[in-house]
């Protein structure tokens, strides 16, 4: 059974940045793809960024292209995501999940996830 515990959420200003950090538990993170989602009040959770097992690929949504980075670290099963030039619009609770299937294609489907955290808050004042 899979573990992931999302960490590094926060209050920050317009313009500032945050670092999100999820530790996964498991044997399968290093050949799983890894993805960050965030949900807002009233809205679906939307996807925003993803990372295959090789850090090869990488996908990034519109909205926050430029602006965020993932990253991840097999040796210590963790992935990251840092997030520059934050805005309100950022204001969300993030969430990490892991792909279903070990060396999987690249997806920003939710359903290709199969383990989630509980999430951590970012709120971005203006």
């Known amino acids: 059974q899979v573990q992931l515990v999302e960490s590094g959420g926060g209050l920050v200003q317009a313009g500032g940045s945050l670092r999100l950090s999820c530790a996964a538990s498991g044997r399968t993170f290093s050949s799983s793809t890894m993805g960050w989602f965030r949900r807002t009040p009233g809205k679906e959770r939307e996807f925003v960024a993803s990372?295959?097992?090789?850090?090869?690929?990488?996908d990034y949504a519109d909205s926050v292209k430029g602006r965020f980075t993932i990253s991840r670290d097999n040796a210590k099963n963790t992935v990251d995501l840092q997030m520059n030039n934050l805005n309100p619009d950022d204001t969300a609770v993030y969430f990490c999940a892991k792909a279903r299937f070990s060396y999987g294609n690249m997806s920003r489907r939710e359903e290709t996830f199969g383990s989630w955290g509980q999430g951590t808050q970012v709120t971005v004042s203006s």
């Open positions: 990372i295959s097992w090789n850090r090869f690929e990488f």
